[in-house]
């Protein structure tokens, strides 16, 4: 496999846009800005990425500070005059920001710091191709399996159904192959499988799923067709938009399906015309509303009120109890965590949520839980040192199946998501390794490369000396 040169960062760019945030927002707090500028850092190195690598490492840093360090910071500068008083950061910006920053930093260099060149990340593209011209029914199996555990995931129990909810992902992996592996870009593939996706999040009214995949189709299509810096721009505008969009409309949009309405693209405009005749489309309160979904913040700070002072530290017991829901099927563990637990939630920040409301502590709220501030920094270390590790088994297994470096998006989709509860997180993460482990065991002929030896080379190359075909 060739070797892949990542873009240098462009300081430059980087200092003028500091400066001008600075100038900007005067008032900001310093530790505020240290954290926005380490988020514009990670956004940067995650746009230079886009076309070289499907991006793992740094889209678990990216989210990480949108929403521990974007959502806090402008809340902190202003915007939580508008939301509501729960969703206000109830510590003063400094004490929050010494423990996020030290926290999100070293999940980080967790992340990085025995990466390589990004192992895990980097696709054979040539190894691909050779895979999809020899298996070239597989993209399209793939597809269909991915549709249809995708329709049979509602019919079953919460553990069965995630089962296929992850098997539902396939068509994505099945759609990253043809991209590759196909000389010619398959335009009915690409519009079913990123039909569906849309199709879902507006019935659901849930669009993380959406965006993320818009993230690991682009980066796809990026690395095959090896685009400009001026498209990517405008991509990355676009999804910016896209993303804002979304986040703007997506409270009003779920009550309107909440009520009864369609969840269609009509009702979505309909939302939207309705929030801009009412009090304007970019007023505070909209942008406010939005912020309060990126801001993971606001529940941190009320874990740092809640424990230890109402509730001690758990020293490692609720950790335990994360990893037995997220290894153990219910059937072993009949008692073990629901996913969205409010009792959890309640117990250690003192926040209640209506029925039907999922909210979760957050990775580096569960670190300040078990372990307080220092240790809480420890523990995201480590987090991010085991994901590298597994990043690192995808690269020194792709040797030999080269397709299993796309199924780290499916393996990482949710694990990018620093607000939803660990045991869920670990549990997708763990389900899809093996589900993976399963699939390439059982059809190891299709998957794996042979490599031909060069003495059987040379007697049946016509091209090489010595060859039995040669004169």
Known sequence: MKSIVTPKFNWSIFIIVAIFIRLAFIDLPVLAYIAILISLFQFGLLFDSIGHFIPVRYLLGAFMCLQFFIGPAFAYNGLEEYAYYMYQMKVPATEYFLYAIPSVCAFIVGLHLFAGNLDGEAVNEEGIKRFVQKNGRIPYIFIILGFFASVISNFFSSEFGFVFYLLGSFKFIGLFLLILGSKQLKPLPMVLVMGSIVSSSLGEGMFHDLLTWIIFTASVFAIKYKISI?????????????????????????????????????????????????????????????????????????????????????????????LEAAVLPRILAPDKLRAGDPEILYKYSGVRVTVGTSMALGSIGDAYVNFGAWGGCIFMFIMGLVYSYILCQFKKFSKYYPVLILFTALSFYYPIRPDCELQTVWGHLIKSLFIIFVMIKVFEHQFRVRRVMPRLQAKTDPYLPGSNLSG
């Open 230 to 322: 001026n498209v990517k721009i405008i991509g990355v505008a676009l999804f910016i938009l896209l993303a804002l969009t979304i986040q703007l409309l997506k409270g009003s949009f779920r009550k309107a399906i909440g009520s009864g309405e369609e969840g269609s693209v009509e009702t979505l405009a309909n939302v939207y015309e309705q929030e801009n005749a009412e009090k304007g489309f970019f007023s505070y309160e909209n942008i406010a509303s939005a912020n309060t979904r990126i801001n993971q913040g606001w529940i941190i700070t009320n874990i740092m009120i809640t424990v230890p002072d109402r509730e001690p530290y758990s020293n490692g017991k609720e950790l335990m109890q994360l």
